[in-house]
């Protein structure tokens, strides 16, 4: 996708401090972190929401989850972590590429 600034971290046109790449998803530190660990893991493939999942895509989004699991001991996130999808203008999403968010590295606040 043209213009996707995480099409274009997947394609290593923009730089990223990446923790764990595989051939379907990239796992990267948020360049404005919210928590002592903030990270993004996205698809390789584009798309903006959860809306345009479809059955394969949402196994997409199945793996990453599971990835995300067996990675909380070398990401530092024993003691838990927070996943946040934002979808959408009210939410706050600002790059219309799905993505999860991983905070963790410290006691976080629900408010
Ligand atoms: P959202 O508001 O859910 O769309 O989140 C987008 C996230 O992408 C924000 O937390 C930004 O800090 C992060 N972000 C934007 N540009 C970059 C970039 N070049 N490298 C890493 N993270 C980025
Ligand atoms: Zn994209």
Same mark, same amino acid.
């Given at each position: ?53 479809? &059955?394969?895509?949402? #196994? ?5 989850? @599971?990835? %995300?699991?067996? *990675? ?14 934002? &979808?959408?203008?009210? #939410? ?5 590429? @799905?993505? %999860?968010?991983? *905070? ?8």
């Amino acid at each position: 996708m043209e213009d996707c600034i995480f099409c274009k971290i997947v394609m290593g046109e923009i730089p990223s401090t990446k923790v764990y790449e595989d051939d379907e998803m990239l796992i990267f530190k948020d360049i404005s972190p919210i928590a002592k660990i903030h990270l993004l893991c996205v698809p390789k493939e584009h798309f903006a929401r959860i809306h345009d999942m479809d &059955q394969r895509r949402a #196994a997409l989004v199945g793996r990453m989850l @599971l990835k %995300i699991a067996s *990675l909380e001991h070398t990401l530092g996130l024993d003691e838990g972590y927070r996943l946040v999808i934002n &979808q959408g203008e009210s #939410a706050g999403q600002t790059v219309h590429h @799905l993505h %999860i968010h991983i *905070l963790g590295g410290e006691t976080l606040k629900w408010e």
